[in-house]
């Protein structure tokens, strides 16, 4: 097989989490401009996921819709209930839903607390629960995380949210060595600052926005491009000898 078609997704489905907007929805229409197709999730914006869904289907693949906001408990299972009645189970598990509550640590209550390591933690170990045994039953998979540059640099008004970013490559490193002999690969890619809705909220004076900037060594910003391009690496035929890794796109902020 040549190289270039080891990065063919065609005839697989995937489930990405968060991908109505921003770097959920990158990751989503590379996989379908790559021909897989794709499950997109949304926590609350039905016509966002309508509008992403309807550029997918441009690629000409097949593209579902599920709802849950993995912050309160049984939406793991809410979304697999929901995709076992309308498509296939998913060969590839991009987990990319995530909370962010900005607080400085002395500030952080319980409720900010659950809200973060329910959503970016706990969904992540439930929802690998739910989609690895098909996954081994048919002896392919692909598990992808996304974690942050906060997992080695956490900013200081993001306590909880860098926390559990560092406990989800945790869970990566245990898993894939459980699963690489089953031929599921799981891997957690961590950005740095990418230009997305998310930017906004979390830096929303100008200034401490292009002191975010001048943080990356490339002195730019970071697209949802950027990370789709290695998550269809990771997750494709292409990416099978790289597993429990943790890689960073973030134009060398980690460094």
């Known amino acids: 097989m040549k190289l270039s078609e080891k990065f063919s ?20 229409i590379a996989f379908a401009e790559y021909g897989a197709d794709i499950i997109l999730h949304y926590r609350k914006d039905r016509a966002e996921a309508e509008a992403v869904a309807k550029e997918i289907k441009k690629s000409g693949v097949k593209t579902y819709i599920v709802n ?3 912050s309160k408990a049984g939406s793991a299972k809410s979304i697999f209930d929901q995709i076992q009645k309308k498509a296939k189970m998913p060969d590839i598990v991009v987990l ?8 400085l640590w002395q500030e952080t209550n319980e409720k900010d607390f659950e809200v973060q390591v329910n959503a970016n933690f706990k969904s992540t170990l439930l929802l690998m629960q739910y989609f690895a045994p098909e996954m081994i039953s048919n002896g392919w998979g692909r598990i992808l995380t996304i974690g942050s540059v906060q997992q080695v640099k956490p900013h200081p008004s993001m306590i909880v949210y860098a926390a559990t970013k560092s406990a989800v490559l945790n869970i ?6 459980q699963l690489a002999d089953k031929g599921i690969t799981v891997n957690n890619l961590a950005p740095g600052v990418i230009d ?5 909220q979390d830096v929303p004076e100008m200034e401490e926005r292009i002191s975010k900037r001048l943080e990356t060594p490339s002195g730019q910003l970071g697209d949802p491009q950027d990370c789709a391009a290695m998550a269809v690496l990771l997750c494709s035929e292409a990416g099978r000898f790289i597993t429990g890794q943790n890689i960073f796109v973030d134009g060398g902020m980690s460094l």
């Open 9 to 28: 997704l065609a005839g697989k489905t995937a489930l990405v989490t968060g991908s109505s907007q921003g770097i959920g929805k990158g990751i989503a």
């Open 96 to 103: 990319n839903a995530s909370v962010q509550i900005p607080k």
């Open 196 to 200: 997305t809705p998310r930017i906004d």
């Open 172 to 177: 990566v490193q245990n898993v894939a060595m």
């Open 68 to 70: 849950a906001d993995l």
